[in-house]
């Protein structure tokens, strides 16, 4: 009985309840509806634009708020489940501060460094790859990222706001939850690198299902080195915005590419 015994000891007791609800929250925020695509690929290879709505000038700018906000589960389900769900544990359940577990400038010139030197390179290697069809059955998350209009002149406005929250309520959540919540958690328990594996391993399971195949293999190796940036600054910022410039260049990579001319 042991080996059940040392599951209840108070030096496992927070690593072991921080994973449950992981493979919880993971579970449920993968199995979250997708809207309807933006773009859809043809049998003949060719992509086209859906057609969200038949008359879109009589829209208000409210209404348009409105589907956007509607058709982004994946975006306000990781602000519950990876953002404030774990956010109340802490503070609440663990009865510990949000800065020590990244919510924090940490070692400052570490983290401007990270980010000034990874941002550009991120960015400008999804610009050099090009838009590809395989990450259209995901991205963009929603349909009305460009207020329901085919044209950035347009629909840059609603553009703006959505990846305004984004940034904010799903990248923000992202980062605390897979390398503050998981990684720094389970660190005094696993040790550092273990920590950055388990963060790294939780992580690329989320990205099972539409994701495109080469995003999942890619989620092994951001989820190394984002774990590292928390390593080495005791902050999760660097990690959120270049992963957030990552996602945000992907978005706007596809709709040049595939928005009608």
């Not at 010139?109 to 995901?138: C, E, H, K, S």
């Not at 349909?143 to 406005?157: A, C, K």
Request: aromatic residues 20%.
């Amino acid at each position: 009985m042991d080996y059940v015994l040392s599951f209840f000891e108070k030096k496992e007791r927070k690593s072991a309840f921080i994973l449950i609800y992981a493979a919880f929250a993971v579970t449920f925020w993968a199995y979250l509806p997708y809207s309807e695509r933006l773009f859809t690929l043809q049998e003949d290879g060719s992509v086209a634009m859906t057609q969200l709505i038949e008359n879109g000038a009589s829209l208000t700018t409210a209404e348009r708020l409105w589907n956007l906000f509607q058709t982004s589960p994946q975006i306000w389900g990781a602000f519950l489940l990876f953002g404030l769900i774990p956010m109340g544990i802490v503070r609440f359940l663990f009865r510990e501060k949000l800065s020590d577990y990244g919510l924090t400038l940490g070692l400052w010139r570490r983290t401007r460094n990270l980010i000034l030197m990874t941002a550009p390179l991120f960015a400008l290697t999804v610009w050099l790859a090009g838009p590809d069809p395989a990450y259209l059955q995901t991205y963009p998350y929603s349909p009305w990222l460009l207020g329901g209009f085919t044209s950035f002149t347009d629909g840059w406005p609603f553009l703006c706001a959505y990846f305004g929250i984004y940034l904010f309520f799903y990248y923000l959540s992202w980062e605390f939850f897979f390398r503050g919540f998981v990684q720094i958690g389970t660190e005094s328990t696993v040790g550092y690198a273990n920590a950055v594996l388990l963060g790294t391993l939780i992580s690329t399971m989320a990205h099972f299902g539409p994701h495109a195949f080469l995003e999942t293999l890619g989620a092994i190796a951001g989820g190394i080195l984002w774990g590292f940036f928390v390593y080495r600054t005791r902050s999760i910022y660097a990690g959120w915005l270049t992963h957030a410039t990552l996602g945000i260049m992907l978005d706007l990579i596809l709709l040049n590419g595939f928005m009608p001319r």
